[in-house]
């Protein structure tokens, strides 16, 4: 069957049992092509049946459909003509993980970050509206994503518009660990109604169908069918506020997915469709731990075994340390914006489960929270990646910095990611931090100096920084030098040769770097003194903000050349803050060397392939 599908139209053609033959097949495409490149594994699976009833149903050449997230939409991208392309997901120069608008136009709307497709499709339906155009706008969210404070904000605003648009809610009770919340108790009571099936569907059809009765007709049944739907779920949420809610309807059988998509284009107001998928479905590995096979590297299809096996990485550092501090300290606490695993954090749950705090994918929230905490003793820690922190700003501001408070801000996968591309590359924190009054900002160089600058935050009893990447050390420089933190203070990781007379120095170079910069500093200087005489020292910055200005003026002071080193936009960070300092002590006799990423979104690839291509 997938040989004969090249677009959504050769699909239209197939019948109900060539389609599930097909739904097979993209499966078995799928493990096939994550389990080389890696990828987001569980979602897809739990979405091909859904994929292709939403193809079958509507026309992308004119319908929109936005997917949240958008990490579910290898199935969307085989049935839109990029099958071959599929192979090279993730890969430099290949096809993205994520819908992009330049890839295809049937990619209505670039996601990446969790809960904006409601809010999107619901400006692209007024959009619509205005222009006088007539084609369905449809959103495919997960429960996970639902818990995002814009999601809410989407609903509401939807619900009161009564724009024609329908939200797809793809329920798999999972977020990347299980789903938890309030929203998801609420879900949980309509998971337990009965199924929405063919008959009861199409006899709704046919009473819309009766000219001049079928509308009121339909009306007053949905009426009764609410005021039923209130005896037993109380407080029927989305018909609340404004939705027609269709379902919950079995999301891996195609036909009923199809009946219920073509009954909700004929209601004019917003329609909320509850479809149940399982997540990982059809590979029974990923099916039994769904949060393992969200995100996966390469993997053997027969054991599920990862191809590489994993070794020591920042975010595992971090929650060990956290572990330790927290046993000596019981002011400390943890959050997480339903990241627990990929920020460390599973083992501190298991020690300390009344301090730890899993608040759905809602960085907004869980900043405010820690400020809430932290005004009344306790000393949050909250791990977030760089990219999501940006949905934290005004949080880290109005909350946290204003107020001074002691919030520990954890910034894992910052700097270059790799393979998920634009909207995950953690390039922007500390150009954006170091705006903030109030707040301090520091990198480690390596695992023992994340160790030291954790138990450093949670004693500093101010806002503070830290931010680290994706991954483990380098391996190729074991730093010896661990100087003790002190606030505001750089470290000397290599210091000039002393000069002597066989071997003259002719030029001092002074190397600043920040985070895990350093080891490539020291690379660097190696490769400096090795090529030709000059004489360079290696400077670990440690703290964007407040700066070592004293160290850096006498270093500018005494070399001939400055090099900065870091792993984020040129703008703003390290590079800019050696700028000032040089203009403001009017030094102009150095020559200044920058390396960090230029300023443009950096698309997918290895973190390798990239950092050659722009560091
Ligand atoms: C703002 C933001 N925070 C965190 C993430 C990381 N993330 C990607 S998918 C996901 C879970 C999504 O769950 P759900 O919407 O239910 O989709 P599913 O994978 O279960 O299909 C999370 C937390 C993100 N993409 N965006």
Request: glycine residues 8%.
């Amino acid at each position: 069957m997938l040989e004969k599908i090249n677009s959504p139209k050769d699909l239209k053609k197939l019948n109900e049992e060539e389609k599930k033959q097909l739904a097979e097949e993209i499966r078995k495409y799928i493990l096939e092509i994550v389990s080389e490149n890696g990828g987001h594994l569980a979602s897809n699976l739990g979405v091909v049946e859904l994929t292709i009833a939403l193809h079958s149903v509507f026309d992308v050449s004119k319908d929109k459909i936005i997917w949240d997230v958008g990490h579910q939409t290898y199935v969307h991208k085989i049935l839109t003509g990029r099958k071959e392309a599929l192979k090279t997901l993730r890969q430099f120069g290949g096809i993205a993980g994520f819908p992009k608008t330049r890839e295809s136009e049937t990619d209505c709307f670039n996601t990446g970050h969790s809960s904006t497709s409601i809010s999107a499709a619901l400006g692209m339906a007024r959009a619509r509206d205005l222009k006088g155009e007539n084609h369905n706008v449809i959103a495919v969210i997960g429960d996970g994503a639902l818990t995002g404070g814009m999601a809410l904000e989407g609903l509401n605003d939807v619900g009161f518009s009564k724009c024609k648009m329908t939200v797809i809610l793809n329920d798999n009770e999972m977020s990347i660990s299980p789903n938890l919340g309030g929203l998801n108790k609420f879900l949980s009571k309509l998971r337990t109604k009965k199924l929405y099936t063919k008959s009861n569907i199409s006899v709704k059809k046919i009473i819309w169908k009766i000219p001049g009765i079928g509308k009121p007709t339909v009306k007053i049944i949905q009426r009764i069918k609410r005021s039923i739907k209130q005896l037993i779920i109380p407080k029927m949420f989305f018909e609340d506020i404004g939705f027609t809610y269709l379902g919950p309807v079995d999301g891996h059988n195609i036909t009923e997915l199809e009946n219920i998509l073509r009954l909700s284009q004929q209601v004019q107001t917003p329609v909320l469709i509850h479809v149940l998928t399982k997540k990982g479905k059809g590979y029974e590995i990923a099916e039994k731990s769904p949060d393992k096979f969200h995100a996966t590297g390469p993997f053997n299809i027969e054991t599920g075994e990862p191809k590489k096996p994993k070794s020591p990485d920042y975010s595992k550092i971090f929650g060990k340390k956290l572990i330790e501090l927290a046993e000596k300290n019981n002011k400390i606490v943890a959050i997480t914006a339903s990241m627990k695993d990929g920020t460390g954090l599973t083992e501190f749950q298991k020690q300390f489960p009344e301090r730890f705090f899993d608040i759905g994918i809602a960085e907004q929230h869980a900043v405010t929270l820690a400020a809430g905490m932290a005004k009344e003793g306790l000393i949050p820690v909250v791990p977030i990646y760089s990219s999501f922190y940006q949905r934290a700003y005004d949080q880290v501001i109005h909350d946290v910095a204003i107020q001074n408070l002691p919030v520990v801000l954890c910034v894992d996968r910052a700097g270059l990611v790799g393979a998920d591309g634009e909207t995950h590359q953690g390039l922007l924190d500390m150009a954006f931090f170091r705006l903030v009054p109030n707040l301090t900002i520091m990198a480690p160089k390596d695992f023992k100096e994340l160790e030291d600058m954790l138990e450093f935050a949670t004693n500093l009893q101010k806002p503070v920084v830290i931010r680290y990447p994706r991954g483990g050390e380098d391996k190729n420089i074991k730093f010896e030098i661990h100087d003790e933190i002190n606030l505001g203070k750089a470290e000397v990781v290599k210091e000039f040769n002393i000069d002597n007379e066989d071997k003259p120095i002719k030029e001092k170079v002074t190397i600043f770097a920040i985070g895990k910069s350093v080891a490539k500093a020291i690379s660097l200087a190696k490769e400096i003194e090795t090529n030709s005489e000059k004489n360079v020292q290696v400077i670990n910055i440690r703290f964007l903000k407040p700066i070592d200005r004293d160290c850096i003026i006498k270093a500018l002071r005494e070399s001939q050349k400055v090099i900065t080193i870091e792993d984020g936009t040129i703008i703003n960070g390290l590079a800019t803050a050696v700028k000032e300092i040089m203009a403001e002590e009017n030094i102009t006799n150095v020559n200044l060397e920058t390396h960090a990423c230029p300023d443009k979104f950096i698309e997918h690839g290895s973190v390798e392939e990239l950092e050659k291509k722009y560091w």
